[in-house]
């Protein structure tokens, strides 16, 4: 059994919306809640970034 690490970060977002972490739709508020998964995907690419 290996890890089960994301390819890409669209993958590391639908895995944190299937946890509960990320919300499936944009509310689109003018300031972006927490949970919003726009942002959630521009987090992990810049630490995909990171750690490439």
């Known amino acids: 059994m290996g890890s089960k690490k994301s390819k890409t970060p ?5 895995k944190l919306m ?3 972490k990320v919300k499936k739709k944009c509310c689109r508020s003018s ?3 927490a949970k919003c998964p ?3 995907l521009k987090r ?3 630490e ?3 750690a490439a």
């Open 10 to 14: 669209a993958d590391a977002v639908k």
């Open 18 to 20: 299937k946890s509960g």
């Open 31 to 33: 300031s972006r809640c």
């Open 38 to 40: 726009i942002l959630a």
């Open 44 to 46: 992990v690419k810049a």
């Open 48 to 50: 995909f970034k990171r």
